[in-house]
């Protein structure tokens, strides 16, 4: 039994074949819109770094001991993150039954994705399978809820119950503020009930499976990344946008998206145009790098939701995407790039109004804008920026 022991623990990969394994990763340099250009290169490096370490909390997750745990932040800020949303990530077996607990918070809204698949180590993409909304749910006089999820309700059951689709594989939560550092985040728990626990101590071959899977996992969910950008650049989607619902590809049923690269020419600025739902759940708009990393939302004013946006006169959104603050308060801030990429999401909207963007030349910003357009000073810009980043530390973010 020992020889047998010693053979498996040899045959296992060691450290430089797991470091080759991660090394594959750079063959996405190709993916670049240049190659060479050695800022591009390094900010690729980055986020294979940043895909590294936020894999390593879907690598160990496990469905029979589930745990929410975070899956993008303010430092983990990729693929298009949301400023105003906390996600967090388990696995889970739709064949399972689970207790979903905890308080809801008073922030805008609190959804359970339960999906066939996903973008975590070991995870494999599959579409969105049914979403829970914890106010369709008893909530108590805290704030408290309790939820059992299985395929099947017990018979003598009197409390909460969800149907849990027996191909459930993940579950996303993702808990909406318009109000940063103001809206109290919930506090989440969830347990497996059909499965003793029982501590158990990891096999070398478990170890080495998922070590694999994470130095792989760069490679794809850094390429995820790069063929959204690709994509939207060889499809002509450059100062328009596009829509796209992200079904099965990590979007949240009942919310359509609209998307593009934005592309500053010298001297000039972007104006975002829209009319506005009459009615709608959530909303919002903001800005990414080429990478499609969010630009740093805490430190710049790189994204608007709708408490947040000011709605012009005729009842229109207009903002301005510029490198400088243009003084207009619905300020778009690229953080210093000319280039990036846009998002726009309608969240449970009557309708969805198709985003426009047009170049004006600065100095012809002012005529190009309703003569009621607010606009801010230096002061109220600092002023502003400041509670800002405060709200943002705020949050409870992982």
Not at 320 to 344: F, K, Q, R, Y
């Amino acid at each position: 039994m020992a020889n047998e022991t010693q053979t498996e623990q040899s045959s296992l990969p060691q450290w430089d074949d797991y470091i080759a394994t991660l090394a594959n990763a750079d063959e996405l340099l190709d993916a670049l819109a240049d190659p060479e250009d050695e800022l591009r290169r390094q900010e690729l490096y980055e986020l294979l770094v940043k895909s590294l370490a936020g894999g390593m909390f879907s690598a160990v997750s496990d469905p029979d001991y589930p745990d929410f745990v975070p899956a993008v932040n303010t430092v983990l800020n990729t693929v298009g993150v949301n400023p105003d949303f906390v996600y967090a990530y388990t696995k889970i077996n739709g064949e399972g039954v689970y207790r979903l607990s905890g308080y809801r918070g008073d922030g805008l809204f609190l959804m359970f994705d339960f999906m066939a698949g996903g973008l975590g180590v070991l995870d494999e993409l599959g579409p969105s399978l049914s979403v829970l909304d914890i106010d369709k749910f008893t909530i108590g006089p805290n704030g408290e809820f309790d939820i059992l999820l299985s395929a099947e309700k017990p018979a003598d059951y009197t409390g909460d119950w969800y149907r849990l689709d027996p191909k459930t594989r993940t579950l996303n939560v993702r808990q909406a503020s318009y109000h940063w550092g103001v809206d109290q985040e919930a506090r989440l728990a969830i347990e497996r009930l059909d499965v003793v626990a029982r501590p158990r101590a990891p096999a070398a071959a478990d170890i080495s499976r998922r070590l694999q899977a994470l130095m792989a996992y760069p490679r794809f969910y850094a390429g995820f990344a790069t063929r959204h950008i690709t994509n939207l650049r060889s499809q002509g989607f450059i100062n328009n946008l596009q829509h796209d619902d992200w079904a099965g590809r990590g979007g949240i049923e009942g919310q359509h998206y609209y998307q593009g690269i934005f592309r500053l020419e010298p001297g000039h600025v972007l104006i975002l145009e829209t009319e506005l739902p009459e009615t709608m759940r959530y909303w919002n708009v903001q800005l990414s790098d080429l990478l499609w990393n969010s630009i740093n939302w805490m430190n710049h004013q790189s994204s608007l939701n709708g408490a947040q946006a000011l709605i012009d006169s005729d009842g229109r959104f207009r903002a301005v995407i510029a490198s400088e603050d243009p003084g207009v308060a619905n300020w778009l801030d690229t953080g210093g790039i000319s280039e990036g990429t846009m998002m726009l999401r309608w969240n449970e909207a009557s309708s969805g109004p198709v985003p426009t963007l047009r170049s004006v030349p600065i100095e012809k910003l002012r005529e190009a804008l309703p003569a009621d357009t607010a606009y801010v000073t230096a002061a109220e810009r600092k002023k502003a920026l400041q509670e800002r980043r405060r709200s943002v530390q705020l949050r409870r973010r992982w």
